[in-house]
């Protein structure tokens, strides 16, 4: 290959990449990872676990950017035979494309699986940001071409890919989410004084009627997890995957390879009756992100959930120093809690030019109306006035 030429190739398993080169490119050396979910061993896990994979719909199509012989970049990248697990809704555009005679299904996704966490999704070495996108992205579409594929999605990109992408070509999709900002506070206490009256007296009332519970809280991270806590941690989740999916994403053996790759990168929150957990959080911890995922529980007990999954992690990110928390998908119950509305981003490729036109004018429509709807719903926050703007 000459010194210009890159060459994209596209993988079945996350095995035939080197951890350390895969890592190299998410910027993820020693240390927590600016984002834990594009690491080796989180998509390996995912892999090795049968959370992706034959019969999950979820079929792994890594791509990977060369020059050289040199890895430069690469992708998370999936074949999907459906929309599940996505949380950025397409069912009415493949609703729309098979009633129109075509066949939507299998699409490409270069996302992670399950997780609606924002960051980077095309992988680069320092320097290589440009160049390595601009690769990922063709070939991603190339690839989608030479296979009759109806359309390629990137989903929670950043920003600055969703910009990018939109300048190469890719179609820009808005949605929203509720993330708790650190305006360098030293304490819980700090962060409710930012808060109204009204809100401030809510919040501590619902701390202490969720330590009433009859039990006590505590927050594992590391070597303080042990492996009987996921036990009782598959219980809730599978309890919770049931109501909201009808089956749960992820596998049992997910646990175990989290807990044998990633316990440094998780804080487990544990509410315990008795020396049993009889309810739970899942968080991952990013270099300067706290990330809540799974909330499950065998016990209902007031406000335990709020406990749990949004000041648990406010305290942890006030102690430890980080600058956001994000609290995964939906939820309009968090507003009130110090988590405001802010943008996500999704980029978007529809091989057939008329449908790709329906798909852009309403994306069109739908950017305004997120963007109206978050000014709306960050009016209806709890801060004082004149502090919501420190937080946007």
Request: glycine share 10%.
């Amino acid at each position: 290959m000459g010194e210009d030429t890159i060459e994209i190739q596209v993988l079945g398993s996350l095995s035939q990449i080197d951890a350390a080169r895969w890592d190299a490119c998410a910027r993820a050396g020693d240390g927590p990872a600016p984002d834990p979910f594009t690491t080796h061993r989180f998509l390996s896990a995912l892999e090795d676990s049968g959370s992706v994979g034959p019969g999950t719909g979820w079929q792994p199509r890594y791509l990977a950017a060369y020059r050289d012989n040199r890895l430069i970049a690469c992708a998370p990248m999936y074949a999907k035979s459906h929309s599940q697990g996505e949380y950025v809704f397409d069912h009415s555009w493949a609703h729309a494309y098979e009633q129109a005679g075509g066949r939507y299904y299998p699409k490409l996704q270069i996302a992670v699986p399950f997780t609606p966490a924002t960051g980077p999704r095309f992988l680069t070495l320092p320097g290589e940001d440009v160049t390595g996108l601009s690769a990922l992205v063709q070939g991603a579409v190339q690839l989608a071409a030479e296979n009759s594929v109806s359309s390629l999605h990137i989903t929670f990109c950043t920003e600055a890919e969703a910009l990018a992408g939109q300048e190469i070509g890719l179609m820009h999709r808005t949605g929203q989410q509720f993330h708790w900002l650190n305006r360098g506070y030293h304490s819980f206490d700090e962060f409710l004084s930012d808060l109204s009256s009204r809100k401030r007296k809510t919040i501590r009332k619902e701390r202490r009627t969720a330590q009433n519970f009859g039990g006590t809280i505590r927050a594992l991270t590391g070597d303080d997890i042990k492996p009987h806590h996921w036990d009782a941690f598959w219980t809730f989740y599978q309890d919770t995957g049931a109501r909201k999916w009808g089956s749960p994403y992820l596998t049992r053996a997910f646990f175990d390879l989290l807990h044998d790759r990633m316990r440094h990168d998780v804080l487990l929150v544990l509410a315990e009756r008795d020396g049993h957990p009889i309810a739970g959080a899942l968080n991952f911890l990013g270099a300067d992100t706290l990330y809540g995922r799974y909330w499950g529980c065998t016990e209902d007990h007031p406000c335990l959930h709020f406990e749990a999954c949004y000041y648990q992690a406010i305290d942890h990110a006030i102690t430890h120093g980080l600058t956001k928390v994000e609290a995964g998908a939906q939820g309009e119950h968090k507003l009130a809690r110090g988590y405001l509305p802010v943008e996500t981003h999704s980029l978007h490729w529809v091989a057939d030019p008329g449908f790709g036109r329906a798909v852009e004018q309403f994306l069109t429509a739908e950017r305004k109306a997120v963007a109206e709807d978050i000014d709306i719903l960050t009016d209806y926050g709890p801060f004082k006035k004149g502090q919501v703007e420190d937080h946007q």
